[in-house]
């Protein structure tokens, strides 16, 4: 893939990121604010989920998010749900590496991740989906231009508390005219 920065670059996810992935998957810590779950996984279940789920669907690809300086992966972006005949997908990020948090890192990851979606891809929407208490995520990504399209409200009981899932888009030419 060619999308990268100055501090960062994209490469696909293989089977030999499984052990990382599984490490990052595990920790509660980097998982509170991204997945609704929270469960411990079994490296088995891991393997299993990335070979038939992230590398074997096609409509999903998954990005491993180098730091270039070390050449250390930090984290993983994706697009699911790849929609090729309405040109739509949606977007997840994680940095799994916690000294990394913080940075600009996931900011950096997901603009080359857009970059790759609208300029190669040539897709017309990207969406993604954000718990309501992720103040710093929601804030980032209408930075990056993401627009709220909806709430689905109470659907996540996380700490004791219900909270809504956020929904958000950005439309193609939305994402280039910001970035010219």
């Excluded at 509170?32 to 891991?46: G, K, S």
Aim: with cysteine.
């Amino acid at each position: 893939m060619l999308f990268e920065s100055e501090r960062l670059r994209l490469r696909q996810m293989t089977t030999e990121d499984i052990e990382l992935y599984h490490a990052w998957r595990n920790d509660i810590e980097v998982m509170r604010t991204t997945n609704p779950f929270l469960d411990v996984y079994p490296l088995e279940a891991t393997r299993q989920f990335v070979e038939q789920i992230i590398l074997g669907s096609s409509s999903a690809k998954s990005y491993m998010i180098i730091e270039k300086e070390l050449n250390s992966p930090i984290g993983i972006t994706s697009l699911i749900n790849i929609d090729y005949k309405n040109r739509n997908a949606e977007c997840i990020i994680d940095i799994g590496e916690k000294d990394y948090w913080g940075k600009g890192y996931g900011s950096e990851g997901l603009k080359l991740l857009l970059d790759y979606a609208f300029l190669e891809m040539n897709l017309h929407r990207v969406s993604l989906k954000v718990f309501s208490f992720n103040e710093k995520a929601i804030k980032l990504y209408k930075k990056m231009g993401f627009q709220p399209e909806g709430t689905s409200r109470e659907c996540l009981f996380r700490e004791g508390s219900w909270h809504d899932i956020i929904h958000m888009g950005i439309l193609q030419h939305e994402y280039m005219n910001r970035s010219l």
